[in-house]
């Protein structure tokens, strides 16, 4: 398949792909054949350029953008990713990425839930609107009772439930999200919330008996001031937008569905 330029967080990664993308599709196709196209006097500059050997300068960089064929958002995501690429300091790169979340958030639709208390009251719910998003799979209730671990009957009501919630419509027979991805409203406390995060904390329990190759558990601890506790939510919400959009894709085959949680909590108290 063809390279989609915003699931990358390295535009060398992403030209490299492109490269074996036309490679694939035109065996003739090399890297004197693309600095032709691009117009680079230096043919072998261009494969340096791939492997990030040598800078990607603007020149190059507006010659890629006519090259690639890219749409106008398109580009600005592209020349802003040669800069969060190529920063030379922690600070450019925090700078630069924040930037490429602005885009990427701006680019991504998502549905607001609405009754999220009943939403939320059973992570089946959840699970069962983002796999019907995948328009590859069988929706039979047998199939979807197997691939979610849970009876017909509980599949069979959380269908019922999301259609009144409408966050689904069923059509000639599919059921289809409103939206492919959704968001639930930010209210620490509330009781949906509340009971969401206590039953999947039941779950995380549980999966500790899994093989370790279908589960992971990391631990760390990180004393911060308020300031860098601020920085580093900062830095975790970011790095969850780059996720979503990254693991983002049209199909399901091949794939299982993985749930994944951040805990952060206090374990000392501070110093008097």
């Known amino acids: 398949m063809k390279p989609t330029l915003k699931k990358y967080l390295n535009v060398f990664q992403y030209l490299q792909d492109v490269y074996l993308f036309r490679k694939k599709v035109d065996s003739r196709f090399s890297y004197d054949v693309w600095a032709e196209e691009l117009n680079a006097s230096d043919k072998s500059y261009v494969r340096l350029v791939v492997f990030g050997k040598r800078p990607l300068n603007p020149k190059m960089a507006a010659a890629l953008v006519k090259n ?5 958002v398109d580009a600005e995501y592209f020349l802003m990713l040669i800069q969060y690429s190529q920063s030379k300091t922690r600070e450019q790169k925090d700078l630069f990425g924040k930037k490429l979340i602005s885009l990427l958030r701006n680019d991504f639709d998502y549905l607001e ?7 939320l009251s059973h992570p089946l719910l959840p699970r ?4 019907l998003s995948f328009q590859d799979l069988d929706q039979s209730v047998e199939n979807l009772s197997w691939i979610l671990g849970v009876s017909v009957q509980e599949v069979t009501e959380a269908l019922e439930k999301l259609e009144n919630f409408k966050l689904v419509e069923k ?6 999200p409103l939206k492919k991805s959704f968001k639930v409203p930010d209210g620490f406390g509330e009781m949906g919330l509340k009971l969401f995060y206590e039953r999947n904390l039941d779950d995380a329990r549980a999966a500790i008996q899994l093989p370790k190759e279908e589960r992971r558990f990391k631990s760390l601890f990180l004393p911060m001031n308020e300031g860098e506790f601020q920085k580093y939510l900062d830095n975790l919400e970011s790095y969850l937008n780059e996720q979503l959009v990254q693991h983002n894709p049209d199909d399901y085959v091949d794939r299982r569905l993985y749930q994944v949680h951040f805990n952060i909590i206090p374990v000392s108290a501070k110093t008097r």
């Open 68 to 72: 690639l064929e890219l749409s106008e």
């Open 113 to 119: 839930i609405q009754a999220h208390h009943e939403f």
């Open 128 to 131: 069962l609107q983002v796999i």
């Open 171 to 176: 059509v000639q027979g599919r059921y289809n």
